[in-house]
């Protein structure tokens, strides 16, 4: 015989699958001694197989609940429909998961036309008596027949308006008669059956109810977004009626044990005196604050607080518990683990853990990415959220949310800026010319480019909410266009780079909490995580952020974009057109100095931890004058002819520069570059060093690396400008020179390239592209595809693709560490700060990851998890 009935005193809160939350949590608290009103659960188990069997409930079932109900009756000294103690209960739905849209609550059920006599008599309140009846009329029509509930409600609206009484509770005793009898007619009109005077009919209707609106609309839409299953099923719990309506020592109410929003320690909750269950939601009357219950029934409220806090320390969670106190007696009626507001999960977590509740590893645990997410950048409120559909999606380049104006160019957005608008950067894609209409924008949107586009890696870097790759996109010199809608300049847009959507007008965001409470979980995180997570930054404000943020070094500062300044890229000009070895050399002179600053600042901004600085990368291509008139221009400023500057431009093109002049390869046609480079960060360390007391060792990380002898030459090449360098000083600096690896050959050939390298750093971007043979500015509409086909799980240049890419790093790891066991290995691709990179990474034997700033917060959280 299958058990379809539970008393509450059999259950446990791990039953949650067989009892629902509700009757799990009920059983668990009666366990606990708890004053909770008696009552029985009819399982998840009895609700399936009744809406497989035709919805009738067996006679198996109905035995049990009748059993139970004589248990009740026995536990309680009262029966359903006795004349002198009369058994009331409530009928509550409750599945695994809180699920609104299920069927709502039946109270007082077992009254009837002898019972109420019988309550009223024994309460000594007629008024009360008839109250609880027409409740129970108007709930059981509702809910159990589907009767619309105004019907009920215009009735008492009506009785109100003839006495001109404003609330419900200046209805007299005989008002609420005339309201039941009135009820009672709605009931023939409307279903042409009288009200249901037997209990137990009363409750196999309602059990009924509760059991087919598993499967009613409002529910299955629900289940359907939030991804819960159509198998669970509901559960009943049957339960003894206690009254909060009984008078001014009675009340009811719903208290949180800590503050949900902010999370500050302290019962948060509201109350009503003389009220019954959903009064205090329904808004008739306003509730006071849970605060000054103290005042109004001290007793109950420190028991009230007693148990709360008891009830914390058994479910280790914040808990949101339902009371009611009928003549001075509370009793429980609910509890559940309570919701929350990102900020309040982090506050408690941590409090929690410091007061004992939880220990360090549920406290790395229990914290989830959303949550560090809304503490580190804005979002936009959820409930102003939910009413508004997006005209423009794309991919999520970098999370946030932000409100502005559009504007199209750097300029327009700088202007806009210094007008004082919050402005939204919207353009076709971004480049290196951009940075300062990106810098003074609260968002990027752009049309093309993936999540490693230059949109992307600067917004990202900057902390700046980015949309990239929005396909629906058409931009034009004046206007954006989106099918029939088109965005102007000035256009007021909301972007959520958390989800890639892009809205028009304005959406509230929500208060953005401090990020405080994370400098204690760095600690904690970096005690379980495997390997360490630096960042990649080079300007000191981003170098700060990721210290704020808890990098425990920079694992890759790029100095290319530090050449792209104006008078930089002149000088820069000058050196890749200049004509003899001599006029390089005057001006790497100039640029050495330059740079030595450049370095000063980064070390002075890493304070000291780990830092890795990597040599010139990008295609000399990026630095040639674009059309003739830039080459009039600089023939101008670089007194040469147009013609000579013309001719050397011509000669240095590329058509795919990206697989050409670039990296270390410059550093094999130019070592003098490489060589002031290495040398401005030696002196900029040792100055720093003997500046700010600080231990430094530089580590110099070439790029683009194919070869052992390319390595070994340009190596030596530095190596030597760095000893002359060392030799005005007196003290010694150790420093290392590695390399990154970003290119298949260099997998390969680990081992030989091992034997002058001092580290290896995988560049995560090149070596996807080149593995896969995908253009990472090109991607997004190949990997769309992909991914929308299936062929692909997920973008690679987001999460580390595991057989191809990952397979290479195996190889280059093993191969390095086969001639240095020691070998320092990191990544600094932005792909593996994911989450699911993070899980394969994690069984690597690897140092650290880089990637940028806001992302190093995540990253150790879900490193420290792995790390459990
Ligand atoms: P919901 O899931 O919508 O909160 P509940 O089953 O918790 O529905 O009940 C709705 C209201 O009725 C709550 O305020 C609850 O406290 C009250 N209630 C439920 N059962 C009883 C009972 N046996 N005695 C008194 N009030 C009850
Ligand atoms: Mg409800
Ligand atoms: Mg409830």
Known sequence: MTQWVYLFSEGSKEQKGLLGGKGANLAEMTKLGLPVPTGFTVTTDACLCYLNQGNVLTEEMK???IQAVDQLAEKTQKAFGDAENPLLVSVRSGSKFSMPGMMDTVLNLGLNDQTVETLARNSQNERFAYDCYRRLLQMFGDVVMGIDNQKFESRITALKKVHQLEFDNELTAEHWKQIVTEYKEIYRQNIQREFPQDP?????L??????????NQRAKTYRRLHDISDDLGTAVNIQEMVFGNFGETSGTGVVFSRNPSTGEPGLFGEYLINAQGEDVVAGVRTPKPIQTLADDLPE???????ICENLEKHYKDMQDVEFTIEREKLFILQTRNGKRTSKATITILLDMFNEGLITEDELVMRLEAKDLEASLHPSFQEETLKNRVPFLTGLAASPGAAVGAAYFTADSATLAKARGEKVILVREETSPEDIEGIAVSEAVVTARGGMTSHAAVVARGMGICSVVGCEALTMEEDQGIVGGETIQEGTILSVDGTTGSVYFGEI????????VALDDLHEIWDRHAKFQVRANAETPKDIETAMALGATGIGLARTEHMFFEKSRLLQFRRLILADSLNERLEVLKHLKQVQKDDFKFIYQAAQGKATTIRLLDPPLHEFLPKNNDECREVAKDLGKTFNEVKRKTDNLAETNPMLGFRGLRLGVAYPEIYQMQGEAIIEAAYEVMNEQGYEIQP????????????????????????????AQYEQEINYQIGTMIEIPRACLVADQIAKYADFFSFGTNDLTQMVLGLSRDDSPRIVTQYLEAGIMQDDPFQVLDEDGVGAMMKIAIEKGRQVKPDLKIGICGEAAAHPKSIAFLNQLPINYISC?????????????????
Do not use: C
Request: no cysteine; hydrophobic share 40%.
């Open 206 to 215: 309602a059990i009924e109810a509760v059991f087919g609106s598993w499967n």
């Open 300 to 306: 109950q409220y420190q028991q009230l607080k007693t």
């Open 508 to 515: 509230s965001l929500e208060e953005l909490s401090n990020t």
């Open 852 to 868: 940028s700033p806001f992302r190093i917060p995540q990253a150790k959280m879900t490193l420290a998890q792995h790390g459990v």
């Open 63 to 65: 035995g049990q609940i």
């Open 200 to 204: 137990i009919e009363q409750l196999y």
């Open 699 to 726: 580590e110099i990380m070439i790029p683009f690396t194919i070869d052992a002898e390319e390595f070994a030459r340009v190596r030596e090449s530095i190596e030597t400008a760095i000893q002359t360098s060392l």
